[in-house]
């Protein structure tokens, strides 16, 4: 056999890497054929624009652009790319472009990055570069995309902050049909000048000019040398060899029969590798035959290593000219190539990759075995042969019928025929669209009939995902060989389906899947009837006219929107920036990359990394811990565990009675994910590999992981809630309708797009300097301090900004990973840097709470509610951290804005073994409006009235208190929300329409809802509301503020500098702030319950007051003199130009559970009301909002653009709690749902196509700075707006069933959930499928 060595001495090898990054060339003659191009450009050449957040291909924020010059073609071809797993290797001799070559605030910026900074297209920043990336690349390519492109192009990437609409409209400035991109009041009341909308203002912009970018470097033009020569390069645990020809790679195939082939890598890249044993990847994208494109008379011959993206501009190519007949099966790939993974993966891809990954839930192979597609294979021994991509090509997990020392050359997808019909299809649970993830099943479906007939010839059907490798049904195919094309086919083929197909319980889903089986051949059977009687007219019927919305699938129109605000009175200064959208103050830095994200500051030279040993189980006992093997690996240096931690290893969150937490477990873990111990090491790849090494030995103990079990087995926290008004049973008594009911709603994870991280820094005198990516810097000093067993003074903490945090960076996780880290610091006294991979992560933080809603309710028939009797649950996980405060808050919002006379109501926090859950934006106030407003369902469907009407009947009104008897002092402004959502949305002739819509249609059905909402803002705990600030003013005049608040992409930081200017009368471009730390401000309050603004922007207020009245005699000196003179002035006269403030919120702020009374619960009420229309595919599950109209009052905002930033983006992660994102478990208690390509957050398609947001006018708030409401949460809310208009939609389509009144609907209300609530005639399965795969906590 050869060794690499020998195969090596028989090529021509060059050993030197080359690589030209933002047009500068880098050699180098030691790379690692391991490291990604990512970790090349963020530590080698320390560019870190480029983000790594989830290290898998879902998410974009590695997008850098690829550049190669076609030799043949003599053609420069750009190419999006995501650097996370594309080897470094890989790029050999050619060009990279990351953010910081396309432009710079020291420099000159990118119209790009410019037009996405002032359209607010960005809030923590941290997508940012990759958005830039997506978008520059589209325009290297096409200087004049349409919308269209655009919103393809961001397909690849997750922003979790802003709700993607600033970010598409700042983009659409480049679109041929784009808006018109001035600052108008096109959208708006043309009557009122003072309301505005958001678009760029192009007069402020730079015009792109596509002339000015970056050139090609020549020397990648003029030599081919790069491309031509073999090349290897030899790594400590990879090698990596790249041939050149077709002969070469036969050879090195024959000679190394380990190796792996690469094209994309985004398959090889996430296997395990052998432990121990060098890897030898030979890429196979520099040989010539495998990049071949060949057509001929019967079709088209792509070499394996074609990328998909190629691949699809062929066939497009080919579809445009040839008649359509002939191209049937290439409009069926494209629109399918169109649906894998987005175009990053597309650009890198091979074809030939794709079928011999043999992926058993691929999306294309069921539609080229269903095409017929003839594969030439080869080996160094045999030669070629040509097989066909039949049943027998596939023949177990993973595998297909080549030789060991085989490879692919080509495939060839023949024409389709005159007779012939083809179709590919493919659907996710878990969202409502078919692109971008890898489907829950996919099928290839062809039919061939007899000459001008409807006598069936061939009927071949593929499926994907019904087992461990995709199938033809061949069995069913020879029986329908010769019958007609009529229903009694369609029946019999749907039977056929549920009952002789096998489906695996791998994977979950059993009936939902054998459902998408007959719903795909339904969709088939209705599409080819279609076809063929315009064919044969008078021998096929056409299809019935309600049936016709099934023939295209759901559209997708460009993205539309108007943002409505009150403008500044006319007498404020033009200097004064309050209440002015004014731009978040980094967000150019945060556009061009130059802004540093906690990952991105330069490693101390001795640095090391940490990486976690994290439990395996839910619950067991630790019998021994085998680090021998871990730490004998060099570059590692220590295990750290509980007896390395100095001080403290028990601790709490909240309470020191109830010492909790452990920050690395000793006895026993209680949950997967638990943190156990952590590796040492010189890098963060040796440091997880070594932790990996790490063998702990269990002893199992029995594990509760879900709420039902827990109220089986009374497994508790302590206290319980309980609060009553009146006699429910009474009430019930003299009810119309009492009706029982439940509703359980899953977690959520926060989706931070920058993972959990800290640095600690050990420091002379036994000090920790500890950088740490929180929302509560003060929680994680004492935590570290308590940890170390040093005073609070030896610790800082400090940070600049937070990517993203949304409450998961304020509670145990992120103070947990900030000790455990200063205790792995201050045992080997080096810096000590901690970065979650988002696997990790993912297991390591708890998340929004589980919830279950058991009700009685009664009512009158008109609507009107008497009594509620509720009883709700949380899944709180293994340690209570602040699950009894959630239950607080979830009895307090269960009423929304409803007033509900009668009650009870008791609330319990279930202890279970998984994470312990915790916070999250607008914690506790989202679930329960999924069980308030299905509460208003029910009543509506038993009473046969509007749910509108009983929703507004039902509204608070001016006098009314809250069900925890807090007056609503301005409560008149709900019932404005409602109205103007009414008027806005044109709610009563969009329902006659959509009526319409439904009476007209069978398997597509609209819903239309509008939902209102009530919500406190603050934070529950008289201690946590104060908030302090210090101002210093320089002698050159410039000004720094620091407060405790900590800036996550809220807009924090912007809305403190306006207060600044507002009451220091400067600028704000004299204002800066750099960090939040704990040796500036102390004993700040975490930032988060959407009170940071009226916390540190009062406590901002007073201290710059204070300050302007130490100035005030040098003004009133002086009055024409300039702020410089006074400050001057104010120095020379030794007057302190540097002040405090601090400020907290006035009165009480709590609840009595003794005598039921609330002191106050809130700093203000928040009103709102959301309109949403969405339609929905009851054949698959799918849907897609249509329209969004939300209107809320927000007082008298500081910074519109920044609150309808914040009004967004919550709508659409509230959106996502409700419909899209599922937790799901194994029986084990392991979280199966990580990563972007399980667990999907919104993306930008899942927005709705109009998205209208109004600020309420003439609204202000007296307790409010400057007259404004908090903003951050409430918004989440309106999100159950689509459950709801979901649940109208689907009631539709069971109406058509005969099944009328009420149903339950759980959330999220994924497509499997739709699908199976809609109901059908079809035929069903003869036994009951128990979905027993997945466990929902
Ligand atoms: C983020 C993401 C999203 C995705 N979304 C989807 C989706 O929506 N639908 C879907 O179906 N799939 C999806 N996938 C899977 C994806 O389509 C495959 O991973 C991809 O096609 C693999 O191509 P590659 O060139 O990167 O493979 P590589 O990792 O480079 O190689 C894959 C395999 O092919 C073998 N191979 C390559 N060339 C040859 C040859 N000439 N002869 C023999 N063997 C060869 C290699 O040895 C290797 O085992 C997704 C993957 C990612 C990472
Ligand atoms: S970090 Fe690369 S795609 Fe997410
Ligand atoms: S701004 Fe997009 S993730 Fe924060």
Same mark, same amino acid.
């Given at each position: ?19 030209? /990054? ?62 996370? $797993? ?14 910081? +070559? ?60 802003? +709700? ?35 678009? /760029? ?175 030439? /294979? ?315 090494? *790490? ?5 199992? *103990? ?534 972007? +390509?399980? $667990? ?12 209208? /947001? ?84």
């Amino acid at each position: 056999m050869a060794t690499t060595e020998s195969v090596r001495s028989s090529t021509d090898m060059s050993d030197d890497f080359v690589v030209y /990054v933002n047009g500068k060339k880098f050699t180098d003659k030691h790379v690692d054929p391991e490291t990604t191009l990512l970790n090349y450009i963020r530590r080698k050449l320390r560019l870190t624009g480029s983000k790594l957040s989830c290290g898998e291909g879902g998410c974009g924020a590695c997008t850098v652009m690829l550049s190669k010059y076609d030799h043949v073609d003599k053609k420069i071809s750009h190419y999006a790319i995501n650097a996370c $797993y594309t080897p470094v290797c890989s790029v050999h001799g050619m060009a990279i472009t990351t953010v910081e +070559g396309v432009g710079s605030t020291k420099t000159k910026l990118h119209p790009v990055q410019e037009r996405l900074a002032k359209a607010h297209g960005l809030q923590c920043g941290f997508c940012s570069p990759g958005m830039v990336m997506s978008m520059y690349t589209l325009l290297r390519n096409n200087a004049d995309p349409t919308i269209s492109d655009i919103e393809k192009c961001l397909k690849g990437n997750l922003c979790r902050c802003t +709700g993607y609409r600033s970010i598409l409209d700042g983009f659409k400035t480049f679109a041929q049909n784009g808006c018109c991109g001035y600052l108008s009041v096109c959208n708006a009341d043309q009557h009122n000048e003072t309301r505005l909308n958001l678009s /760029v203002d192009l007069k402020d912009c730079e015009p792109y000019d596509p002339s000015q970018e970056l050139i090609f470097p020549p020397a990648l033009q003029t030599k081919n040398w790069f491309q031509t020569q073999t090349v290897r390069f030899v790594g400590e645990s990879v090698d990596w060899i790249r041939p050149t020809t077709l002969k070469e790679l036969l050879k090195l195939k024959t000679g190394l029969p380990t190796a792996k082939l690469v094209v994309g890598n985004a398959e090889v890249g996430f296997e395990p590798r052998p432990k121990n044993i060098k890897t030898t990847l030979i890429s196979a994208t520099h040989v010539p035959e495998l990049n071949q494109i060949d057509i001929t008379d019967s079709g088209i011959t792509f070499g394996s290593s074609v990328t998909m993206s190629r691949m699809y501009d062929v066939l497009k190519r080919r579809v445009d000219e040839l008649p359509s007949y002939k191209t049937k099966i290439y409009r069926s790939l494209m629109e399918m190539l169109e649906m894998i993974g987005d175009q990053q993966l597309r650009n890198v891809a091979g074809i030939g990759s794709h079928i011999m990954s043999a992926s058993p839930l691929s999306d294309i192979n069921p539609m080229l075995m269903a095409a017929d597609v003839t594969l030439i /294979v080869a080996s160094h021994k045999d030669g070629e042969r040509t097989i066909n991509m039949d049943n027998t090509f596939f023949t177990g997990p993973r595998s297909t019928c080549l030789k060991e020392d085989e490879l692919l050359i080509s495939l060839t997808i023949r024409f389709s025929t005159k007779d012939e019909y083809f179709s590919g299809y493919k659907v996710n649970n878990q969202v409502h669209r078919r692109d971008r993830d890898v489907a829950m099943i996919s099928a290839g479906m062809n039919v061939c009939f007899e000459d001008n007939s409807d006598v069936i010839r061939i009927l071949t059907l593929c499926f994907a995902g019904t087992g461990p490798t995709v199938v033809m049904a061949t069995d069913m195919m020879e029986h329908i060989q010769g019958r007609k094309w009529d229903e009694c086919l369609l029946r019999d083929v749907q039977r056929m389906l549920v009952e002789k197909l096998e489906m695996s319980k791998e994977g979950g889903f059993v009936e939902y899947r054998k459902n998408l089986l007959q719903s795909f051949f339904f969709q088939f059977y209705l599409n080819v009837q279609n076809e063929l009687s315009q064919q044969l007219p008078g021998i096929v019927f056409p299809i019935p006219l309600s049936y016709q919305t099934t023939l295209n699938s759901m559209e997708l129109p460009a993205n539309s929107s108007t943002q409505v605000f009150q403008g500044v009175p006319c007498e404020q200064s033009d200097d004064d920036p309050v209440g002015r959208p004014v731009m978040n103050e980094s967000s150019l830095h945060l556009t061009t990359g130059q802004a540093l994200f906690l990952d991105d500051i330069k490693p101390e030279q001795d640095e090391l990394h940490f990486a976690l040993v994290i439990s395996k189980q839910a619950h067991a006992k630790i019998l021994s811990i085998d680090t021998s093997e871990a730490i004998s690996q060099d570059g590692v240096h220590s295990f750290v565990g509980a007896v390395d931690v100095p001080g403290n290893n028990r601790w709490s969150l909240i309470n020191p009675d109830n010492l909790e937490e452990a920050i690395f477990a000793t006895e026993e873990v209680l949950c997967v994910g638990q943190i156990i111990g952590g590796i040492v090491a010189d890098t963060p790849q040796l440091a997880r590999k070594a932790a990996n090494l *790490v063998k702990v030995e269990y002893g199992e *103990v029995e594990h509760i992981l879900t709420i039902e079990e827990a109220i089986c087995k009374e497994s508790y926290m302590q206290p319980f809630r309980h609060i009553e008004e009146g006699d429910v049973n009474a009430e019930f008594e003299k009810s119309d309708f009492v009706v029982e009911g439940e509703v359980r709603v899953g977690g959520q994870y926060h989706y931070y797009m920058e993972n959990q991280c800290c640095i600690a820094q050990p420091n002379e005198c036994n000090e920790m300097l500890m950088t740490v990516s929180t929302q509560n810097l003060f929680g994680v000093q004492m935590h570290v301090a308590d940890a170390l067993g040093i005073p609070a003074h030896k610790v800082t903490c400090k940070i600049r900004r937070v990517g993203g945090a949304f409450g998961g960076k304020d509670t145990t996780t992120s103070t947990n990973l900030a000790m455990a880290c200063a205790v792995a610091a201050n045992k080997t006294g080096k810096p000590v840097r901690l970065v979650l991979g988002r696997d990790t992560d993912m297991q390591c933080t708890g998340m929004r709470h589980p919830f279950l809603l058991k009700f009685k309710v009664g009512f009158n028939k008109d609507g009107m509610l008497r009594a509620l009797e509720s009883e709700l649950f949380v899944n709180a996980g293994y340690t209570c951290n602040l699950s009894v405060i959630i239950v607080d808050v979830m009895m307090h919002q269960l009423h929304n804005a409803y007033k509900i006379p009668v009650y009870s109501m008791t609330g319990k926090a279930c202890r279970t073994n998984v994470q312990s859950n915790t916070i999250m934006r607008a914690a506790g106030t989202v679930q329960p409006m999924a069980g308030i407003e299905t509460i208003m369902d029910l009543v509506a469907a038993k009473c046969g009235i509007s749910p509108e009407k009983v929703r507004a009947m039902n509204l608070y009104k001016v006098g009314d208190s809250d069900n925890f008897y807090q007056e609503l002092p301005d409560v008149i402004n709900l019932k404005r929300c409602w109205n103007e959502c009414l008027l806005k949305s044109d709610f009563d002739s969009r329902r006659e329409t959509i009526d319409h819509f439904n009476r007209t249609n069978r398997w597509k059905k609209r819903g239309l809802a509008i939902v209102p909402i009530q919500r406190m803002t603050g934070i529950i705990g008289i201690v946590a509301n104060q908030g302090a600030a210090l101002v210093h003013i320089y002698l050159d005049g410039s000004v720094l503020l620091t407060h405790g608040g900590i800036e996550m992409g809220q807009g924090l930081h912007t809305k403190t500098i306006q207060i600044a200017s507002r009451v220091l009368r400067i600028p704000s471009e004299r204002i800066h702030i750099n960090e939040t730390s704990t040796d500036k401000v102390p004993n700040a309050t975490s930032t988060g319950g959407s009170a940071g603004t009226d916390l540190f922007g009062t406590a901002i207020k007073f201290a710059c007051e204070t300050i302007m009245k130490r100035l005030e005699p040098f003004m009133l000196g002086n009055p024409e003199g300039s702020w410089e003179d006074w400050v001057h002035a104010a120095y020379s006269h030794r007057v302190s130009l540097s002040a405090t403030g601090f400020y907290k919120f006035p009165g009480d702020i709590g609840f009595n559970w003794e005598d039921h009374r609330a002191s106050r619960l809130q700093y203000h009420f928040m009103y709102g009301a959301g309109c949403c229309e969405v339609e929905i595919d009851c054949l698959t599950g799918e849907h897609q909002m249509r329209r969004v109209d939300i209107v809320m009052d927000i007082g008298r905002s500081l910074n519109p653009a920044l609150d309808i930033g914040q009004i967004e983006g919550g709508f659409i992660q509230g959106y996502g709690l409700f419909i899209m994102e599922e937790l799901r478990y194994s029986q084990k208690g392991e979280l199966l749902t990580r990563g972007p +390509g399980m $667990y999907r957050i919104p993306w930008i398609s899942d927005i709705p196509r109009q998205f209208n /947001v109004h600020l309420l006018e003439g609204s202000t708030c007296p307790g409010g700075i400057y007259s404004a409401k908090a903003i951050g949460e409430p918004p989440c809310l309106l999100g159950v707006s689509a459950l709801v208009a979901i649940r109208d939609a689907i009631s539709s389509a069971r109406s058509d069933v005969g099944l009328h009144g009420n149903f339950y609907l759980n959330c999220p209300a994924t497509a499997a959930r739709i699908r199976l609530a809609c109901s059908d005639d079809f035929p069903k399965t003869s036994k009951e499928v128990a979905d027993d795969y997945f466990v929902r906590a």
